[in-house]
């Protein structure tokens, strides 16, 4: 392979930014005529944070011996010396797969051309046609993709995730071509026909796909340990579905037609019928990625609610959009309020490994929300999730480097080795994520003004692992370690099985006095009632028995609740775990138990002694905590102003008003009265 690297533009001095909004330090006004008008300096601050440098770094050529040119993005970049930031990135191949693939091209041109938009920048739509080369040629005459290109130019053919078909990235090939149509149709049109001409046997797969009789599953449904789900979505899953979504929204925007409106609907129909539980119940009204896992839910990948927030707004339909509306209210207000983001649930909430590519698709999909429905607080809840990337995340650390333009991959658990557990590699996907987030909030001024938030304090779930006891109470239960059962991730890698005879004991703390919802996460069995299961004493009160058995196919890993709700005092507790049922040779299986505090919250501040609370309920009713906040962080004065406003499952506003606390001279903390709406959440703010 021969390499020609073409310039790239100067970076983006950008980590004076970051100093300014991390220390409030304004910046200074517009002094050129004609300049971008900013809605404030946090506006400022979040375009100005926009930097592709990275991203034309990782731009390379591989030219065929017939002279083809091929313009191509790096899939991996990692530091010359691992872990160090500051030494020069190289290039690295995903092995067996290639060194560059269409999953992340397309996503380059996506970026590229929504920097296009907000910029008007030549060089961003330069790039693009250099990534619609590469999506050309990895595109077949029935218009599915191979995704992986090898070193020598050779396409990838038969790797697992390189194969042509309805998948990820033909529909990832079809968004960017879609956007493509749509701003080339201003400035290129005879390109932008071009695209068309190229997306075109795609539309044709798709509709095929959906409507053939040979392939079709549209209007079918299946069903999995009882719960009937649509059977006719890409890669049976709504994830995948949801960029075709996009794409198909995108070019009916270009290109109105009735056939892409009704691909459309039938995808996004099939996208709500993913929708589960209750704002208490697993999975909290997300929308389950995967049609044959039903308990587990990852942040990757989640463009449900972007989807559904946008089809509904093109399309019409507010059902969509309530769809999406739900998942926000309920399930994405359940991680900001706790922890901020979960990487998955397994179904137990796990923390690790967070990753670029699920804080962006979070995001986006809140600000798309605010684009649907115009109400300010999707704004605000995406300004708080994108900060994720600007250090409000549980690394405490930032996962974007706006000096250079790289997003870092992810956050792992920290250790020795791993130091706070930031990787500093930085590939296509990551650092297109995080310049994509930033473009998108760059355009809502509301959301910039939450970007420098950082975590303060959270009251959150308690996770008590069943492997964490240290010897039996009875019997020999079983450790499992576990990192993917087929259908589920178990919390912390492993699981207990426990047998007529095994029992043990979990011990954990609570912080304070209060209500919580307990979980178990266990094993349903396809057992006939009564035959295998477990009771639970919490401190040696009368036990709660839970029947693991009633599956009606197969074993899989559910999150169900304990009891409605239980009394916790402040302290240490135990948890008396036994093997309950008449199967003399069946072994019943315990991942997790998670304590959920009725109201739970976090409080976040930022240099210029802004402070956020986010707070969510889990009860049934309109209730309150009284809590008490921290105020070292507040501006000095004999009195503060709680700016608190009140949100129901819809995200209306149900009320808003200040409350005065009485400061009393060299105090730390103030009692606030939280109130919050049943399974809402409350946003207070102050100085």
């Not at 690295?92 to 008007?120: I, K, N, P, Q, T």
């Not at 719960?227 to 899953?237: N, S």
């Not at 501040?605 to 962080?633: E, H, L, Q, W």
Request: proline residues 5%; aromatic residues 12%.
């Amino acid at each position: 392979m021969i390499r020609t690297k073409r310039g790239s533009l100067p970076a983006v001095v950008a980590c004076t930014l970051i100093l300014m909004m991390i220390f409030g330090v304004s910046l200074t006004p517009a002094a050129e005529s004609g300049e971008r008008e900013y809605a404030s300096e946090a506006h400022r601050a979040v375009n100005e944070m926009v930097n592709l440098s990275h991203l034309d770094y990782l731009r390379d050529e591989i030219v065929r011996s017939d002279g083809t040119v091929i313009p191509i993005w790096w899939v991996y970049c990692e530091p010359s010396v691992p872990g160090d930031r500051s030494s020069k990135y190289k290039y690295v191949e995903a092995a067996s797969e290639g060194v560059s693939c269409v999953d992340d091209v397309a996503r380059a041109a996506l970026a590229y051309l929504a920097e296009y938009e907000r910029s008007g920048d030549k060089h961003a739509l330069d790039m693009a046609r250099d990534c619609f080369k590469f999506i050309e040629y990895m595109r077949t005459p029935e218009g599915h993709f191979y995704n992986f290109i090898l070193e020598s130019g050779a396409r990838n053919l038969k790797g697992a995730t390189s194969e042509k078909g309805v998948n990820w990235w033909t529909t990832r090939g079809m968004w960017a071509l879609a956007r493509g149509i749509r701003v080339f149709d201003k400035v290129d049109p005879e390109y932008a026909t071009h695209l068309e001409e190229l997306i075109a046997p795609s539309l044709e797969s798709i509709w095929e796909f959906l409507t053939a009789h040979e392939l079709s599953k549209y209007g079918e449904y299946k069903t999995l340990h009882g719960t009937r789900i649509p059977a006719w979505l890409v890669e049976d899953g709504s994830d995948a579905s949801g960029v075709l979504v996009l794409a198909l929204c995108e070019l009916y925007e270009a290109r109105p037609s009735p056939q892409t409106a009704e691909m459309a609907k039938m995808l996004a129909d099939g996208i709500a019928g993913f929708q589960m539980g209750a704002p208490d119940e697993f999975p909290f009204g997300a929308h389950i990625p995967w049609g044959q896992a039903l308990c587990n839910w990852h942040g990757w990948g989640s463009h449900q609610i972007k989807a559904l927030a946008m089809a509904g707004r093109v399309f019409g339909n507010e059902a969509w959009i309530e769809s999406a509306e739900f998942a926000a209210n309920s399930f994405v207000t359940h991680m900001l309020a706790s922890i901020g983001m979960f990487a998955h649930m397994g179904p137990a909430p796990l923390t690790y490994v967070q990753l670029s590519y699920g804080a962006q698709t979070i995001t986006t999909g809140l600000l798309e929300l605010y684009r649907a429905t115009g109400k300010e607080i999707y704004a605000v809840l995406g300004g708080i999730s994108g900060s994720w990337y600007t250090g409000n995340n549980v690394a405490g650390y930032p996962m974007y480097d706006a000096a250079t333009g790289r997003g870092w991959d992810g956050i792992d658990p920290p250790g020795p080795e791993r130091g706070i557990g930031v990787s500093f590699n930085s590939g296509a996907e990551s650092t297109i994520e995080a310049v994509t987030t930033m473009i998108e909030l760059a355009s809502v001024p509301k959301a910039c003004e939450y970007m420098d938030l950082g975590n303060r304090w959270k009251y959150a779930y308690r996770v008590v692992e069943a492997e964490s006891f240290e010897k039996p109470v009875s019997g020999r239960p079983r450790k499992m370690w576990a990192q993917w059962t087929g259908e589920n991730t178990p919390s912390g890698e492993f699981y207990v099985t426990a047998r007529s005879g095994d029992s043990f004991k979990l011990d954990f703390t609570i912080p304070e006095n209060d209500i919580y919802i307990p979980y178990a996460v266990f094993e349903r069995q396809p057992l006939a009632g009564g035959q295998v299961g477990m009771s639970f004493s919490i401190d040696g009160q009368e036990p709660i028995v839970v029947d693991m058995g009633g599956s009606p196919d197969t074993k899989y890993f559910v999150m169900e609740k304990l009891a409605p709700w239980i009394e916790l005092e402040a302290g240490r507790h135990s948890v008396t775990v036994k093997f309950s049922g008449a199967g003399k040779t069946q072994a019943a299986a315990l991942d997790a138990l998670v304590f959920q505090p009725m109201i739970e919250y976090r409080h976040m501040t930022a240099p210029d002694y802004r402070n956020v609370i986010i707070a969510r309920s889990f009860a049934d009713k309109a209730s309150g905590k009284a809590i008490d906040v921290d105020i070292r962080c507040s501006a000095p004065g004999p009195e503060i102003v709680f700016g608190v406003k009140r949100y129901n499952t819809a995200g209306d506003l149900v009320s808003a008003e200040d409350v005065i606390c009485s400061v009393p001279q060299g105090a730390e903390t103030v009692q606030l009265d939280l109130p919050v709406e049943a399974f809402g959440y409350t946003l207070v703010e102050w100085r």
